[in-house]
């Protein structure tokens, strides 16, 4: 499967911006996906993840401000980002996997986006 990422961009802390990935080449209803982010000089994170179920998942510090969703019909993934906060900048990327089992580690995501710039000023 291959993931295109849009909708990053500079806002003012307090604002929302809202991400979008798109997947072809494979049944996109097949897959768990993710949103993971990486900030400068840090490790990539978690942010939030929906199963091929539908039920999702939301890192500690996003949960109440993010909201994800998926249109199995369109193919995407969306990431809903209200009240954003200075440390969200970050570059995030979308992720896809097909295994069975849950997993919010971005090591077990084999397939990934190419990233899109968040960043929020104070």
């Not at 969306?78 to 200075?86: C, H």
């Not at 995030?92 to 097909?98: D, Q, V, W």
Request: charged share 20%; glycine share 10%; net charge positive.
């Amino acid at each position: 499967v291959q993931l295109q990422a849009s909708g990053g961009g500079l806002v003012q802390a307090g604002g929302s911006l809202r991400l979008s990935c798109a997947a072809s080449g494979s049944t996109f209803s097949w897959y768990d996906m993710g949103w993971f982010r990486q900030a400068p000089g840090k490790e990539r994170e978690f942010v939030a993840s929906i199963r091929r179920s539908g039920s999702t998942n939301y890192a500690d510090s996003v949960k109440g401000r993010f909201t994800i969703s998926r249109d199995n019909a369109k193919s995407t993934v969306d990431l809903q980002m209200n009240s954003l906060k200075p440390e969200d900048t970050a570059i995030y990327y979308c992720a896809a996997r097909s295994e069975r089992y849950y997993s919010a580690r971005a090591v077990m995501y084999p397939y990934w986006g190419q990233g899109t710039q968040v960043t929020v000023s104070s």
